[in-house]
């Protein structure tokens, strides 16, 4: 079931509404965040996940990723399709979600250990809550 259809059955049923490494997969991801927004009650938080657009989440994400180190199947992601954090808030704002964080998210693939971080130039996470 699409978020969207699930938004339109069960609006502001739930207390957090996570979205994670999809966004960046989905035809509309205004859609889908605006049916994330639907599904939470007020006050609610919504959490999101996905990759910033730019040369450097191309170079790792992408070629890195699916071409290096083979740690995900090629053309599993699309450089147009990744979002950039001010494009996601702007959604958020129009969904009538305020994001209160972004982080970071790194990972080392030497040590195969993934932390949060403040750098957002590749993989970040938003948290938003409902007005």
């Known amino acids: 079931m699409s978020a969207e259809a699930l938004a339109a059955e069960q609006p502001g049923q739930f207390d957090v509404v996570t979205c994670m490494e999809m966004l ?3 035809p509309r991801p ?3 965040v605006q049916a994330a927004a639907a599904l939470v009650k007020p006050g609610g938080w ?4 996905t990759i910033n657009r730019n040369p450097k989440s191309f170079m790792f994400a992408i070629v890195g990723a699916e071409y290096v180190l ?3 199947p090629r053309g599993t992601h699309e450089y147009l399709k990744f979002i950039k954090p001010s494009e996601l808030a702007s959604w958020c704002r129009m969904a009538r979600l305020d994001v209160l964080q972004t982080q970071g998210m790194e990972y080392n693939p030497l040590t195969r250990r993934y932390w949060l971080s403040g750098d957002t130039s590749v993989n970040y996470l938003a948290a938003a809550r409902r007005m």
């Open 24 to 26: 960046e997969h989905v």
């Open 46 to 49: 919504v959490f999101f996940s």
């Open 70 to 72: 083979n740690m995900l």
């Open 30 to 32: 205004e859609s889908v």
